[in-house]
């Protein structure tokens, strides 16, 4: 029996898959622009759970969708050493140095960058091509813990150590460490470790200022299982490859169809 002539095409996926995966959002996030009408395709409002392949035209809010930007069969992982004085964006009007300048070109991927890190905070960076992944391992809902090398300037009582993990009142709201552990040193060269489970902007230097003592160094050291290998310099990476990436993928719940 001959297919119909409209049949869906066998290497077509499911349109809010396509878009997550191209990095344009969270699956969730873009099936709810497809239920708003915001997303078309072929020039006709797209449907919750249709299915397209390359060849469809697609737009957001009128914008055309690259399918060059959309990521290959392959999901790839990328551990990169932040140095300080690089921002965490993809160009800078000031144009500083930022966390994309070293990383390797890719053809027809990009990379996606899992959080951020200040401009004076270093360590480590994820980047990934697969958008799903990112999202899934930034969103809050799945608490990745993040692990930072704090040195700190000023006493530090047992008193401020236990008010950091029960919490304090910053102004967007209650933060905490799940975490502190004396790392060692003295003086102006003392260090703690730190954990805590969300990426608000500067909270662990807030919540250190909170308490009347100054982080003079910030290194992330740890970002769920993954932590920063210590061979790997500031403005280096690492790519994983094709069996680290699924130990990557299997170690933080994420099931990865491709």
């Known amino acids: ?62 914008k055309a969708f690259k399918w060059q930007e959309r990521r290959s069969d392959r999901t790839r992982v990328l551990l990169y050493h932040k140095p300080e004085g690089e921002v965490s ?18 053809n027809h991927q990009r990379w996606i960058q899992i959080g951020r890190l200040d ?18 391992l930034m969103h809050p809902r799945y608490e990745f813990e993040r692990e930072y ?5 000023g006493n530090v009582t047992s008193e401020i ?17 799940d975490d502190v552990q004396d790392a060692g040193g003295t003086g102006a060269n003392h260090w703690y470790h ?12 807030r919540l250190w200022e909170s308490q009347g003592v100054k982080v003079s160094r910030l290194i992330r050291v740890r970002y769920g299982h993954t932590v920063l290998p210590r061979m790997l310099r500031p403005g280096r990476f690492h790519e994983l490859s094709r069996k680290e990436t699924e130990a990557f993928l ?7 169809k491709r």
Do not use: H
């Open 89 to 106: 964006t993809r160009s800078d009007p000031e144009n500083r140095a930022t966390v994309f300048d070293n990383l390797p070109s890719l």
């Open 161 to 177: 150590i236990k008010n950091l993990k029960a919490g304090v009142q910053l102004e967007d709201g209650m933060a905490r460490f």
């Open 250 to 256: 299997e170690a933080c719940g994420f099931s990865d």
């Open 1 to 62: 029996m001959k297919p119909r002539s409209n049949a869906t095409p066998p290497s077509a996926e499911r349109l809010q898959k396509v878009l997550a995966n191209a990095g344009a959002g969270s699956r969730r996030q873009i099936e709810g622009w497809i239920t708003e009408g915001r997303v078309k395709v072929n020039g006709q409002v797209a449907e919750l759970g249709c299915r397209v392949d390359e060849n469809a035209r697609i737009s957001i809010d009128g």
């Open 194 to 205: 730190v954990v805590l489970k969300e990426g608000r902007q500067r909270e662990v230097r």
């Open 149 to 153: 090398a704090v040195r700190i300037l």
């Open 119 to 136: 401009l004076n905070t270093s360590g480590l960076l994820l980047f990934t091509t697969n958008g799903e992944l990112a999202n899934y």
